[in-house]
């Protein structure tokens, strides 16, 4: 099970933990409870989850295991699967509760299936620029985490920052603080002795012990939630009742503050929790008058502007972050970026919609998009990823007409089937038995019209599980290949 970490010292085999969890409500409009940062490439062609798991391939690192709130676990499956990425098992969470109870399942699960005794915690939402670095920074912690040292990663600070949490680090972890104002930031900045709190860990089996030295309730309810774990496809469910009845704490303060050999490494990696849209200013590619932007934007006598544009053409001006969707614009400056956050608790508290799903809706084997809707009709654009299928499945009260645009659609129509090409079309009576499959090598755009006296989504009777589902079961061991089987 050894494996090379660093130059000059062999180390075991390190298992990162990927931890999926939280909206990133001050990146909204873009990012949504439904629909969360980590899925979104916002620092690059791959989406922030696909950027963690790929700086943890090879040779010195065991298959990941990912951690993520039960609703996201097809999307995270399929954009794993999407990179060739095979992890050695999705756990569902049905509760959020923090960050110490999720390694503390981890840490739980790997040593039931006799996995490396070095653990690597990460969230999947924080961009790295110098993995190499951090890399080389996972090699210099081995060897305390080895000898039971509980160590987390610091980030030396360059700026005064309010929106991060920091470390007050002397000769060991001192204690956590979490966002200061500015005054006190700047004068952490002047101090010298703190740093960011990156919210990276690595630590062997030592963390459960320590856990269960200052919160047994919380090692005995992840027991509890492993031991009635069900497996759900290729997903590892924790028991509902059992996980909700843990303490929620992060590891900083569950544990780190109150640990006999916790330890901190300083860490210049280029790191960034990309927080509020002007982090992605900061650590974007400026124009010569400082502007970024993303999508159809034009600009005149712009300077340090930051615009995203879905669909419309957006024109900025000086100093401000500019997101357009195609259901919500946010207007503000780089200096009020983090008070999006109040954005979406008034959303909330209104009771909309926008701060939870976008107009594209994503599902395990593509994405469908309201394009209208009328009293009698609806009109959605459908992809299907490459080698999909859809549940097969019958509406009472609608019918509805199928208009290719790009691809082939392999088309199930009660006891027969039938290939439909691009800029062909087949109608579905109401009653019919149906399914789609896109069988071909691209995705598969259609335009779906629903016409009817009632289009509500619970017109629906399902005859077989796309997805194979089957009766749960005891989710024992880890799953080498835990996305083999999803379709």
Not at 16 to 30: A, D, E, K, T
Request: proline share 5%.
């Amino acid at each position: 099970m050894g494996t090379r970490i660093s130059e000059g010292s062999a180390e075991e085999l390190v298992t990162p933990v990927i931890l999926s969890g939280g909206s990133g409500s001050r990146l909204w409009p873009l990012s949504q409870a439904m629909h969360p940062k980590q899925f979104l490439p916002l620092a690059g062609e791959l989406t922030m989850i696909q950027e963690t798991a790929l700086r943890v391939a090879g040779s010195r690192f065991a298959p990941p295991l990912v951690i993520c709130n039960e609703e996201h676990r097809f999307l995270v499956a399929a954009q794993l699967r999407a990179k060739a990425i095979r992890p050695a098992e999705i756990i569902l969470e049905p509760v959020g509760r923090n960050t110490a109870p999720a390694a503390c399942i981890a840490a739980l699960k790997l040593l039931e299936a006799g996995g490396s005794p070095l653990i690597l915690v990460m969230p999947s939402n924080h961009v790295i620029t110098a993995p190499n670095r951090f890399l080389k920074a996972v090699g210099e912690a081995s060897d305390a985490a080895l000898t039971g040292a509980l160590v987390t990663f610091g980030i030396m600070p360059d700026r005064t920052e309010t929106g991060y949490g920091y470390i007050k680090a002397g000769a060991a972890v001192e204690r956590f603080i979490e966002k200061p104002d500015r005054n006190t930031a700047e004068a952490y900045l002047t101090d010298g002795s703190y740093l960011w709190d990156s919210g990276i860990f690595l630590f062997s089996a030592a963390y459960l012990a320590e856990l269960d030295r200052t919160n047994p309730a919380m090692v005995e309810a992840c027991r509890q939630a492993l031991s009635g774990a069900e497996r759900d496809l290729t997903f590892c469910r924790l028991a509902a009742d059992a996980f909700a009845a843990s303490p929620s704490d992060s590891i900083d303060y569950a544990v780190m503050e109150k640990a006999a050999r916790a330890a901190v490494l300083p860490v210049g990696m280029g790191w960034n929790d990309v927080g509020a849209w002007s982090a992605l200013w900061d650590i974007g590619d400026k124009d010569s008058n400082g502007n970024v932007v993303q999508g159809d934007v034009v600009l005149h006598d712009a300077r340090n502007v930051y615009v995203w544009s879905d669909d419309h053409p957006v024109a900025g001006l000086e100093n401000i972050v500019v997101i357009a969707t195609d259901d919500a614009i946010l207007l503000t400056v780089h200096t009020r970026a983090q008070d999006v956050k109040h954005v979406v608790e008034r959303l909330k508290a209104d009771g909309r919609t926008e701060h939870s799903l976008h107009t594209t809706v994503h599902r395990s084997g593509g994405t469908y998009r309201g394009v209208d809707l009328g009293n009698r009709f609806q009109v959605k654009r459908i992809v299907v990823n490459p080698g999909e299928r859809l549940f097969l499945q019958m509406h009472h009260r609608r019918a509805e007409h199928w208009i290719v645009v790009e691809g082939t659609v392999l088309v199930t129509h009660d006891e027969e089937q039938l290939y439909v090409y691009e800029n062909q079309s087949v109608y579905i009576p109401l009653g019919t038995v149906r399914r789609l499959e896109n069988p071909g090598r691209v995705p598969l755009h259609l335009i779906e019209v629903q016409s009817g006296g009632y289009l509500g989504e619970d017109d629906i009777v399902r005859f077989e599980d796309a997805y194979g589902r089957v009766a749960p079961r005891a989710c024992a061991g880890m799953t080498p290949t835990a996305l083999d089987h999803v379709h």
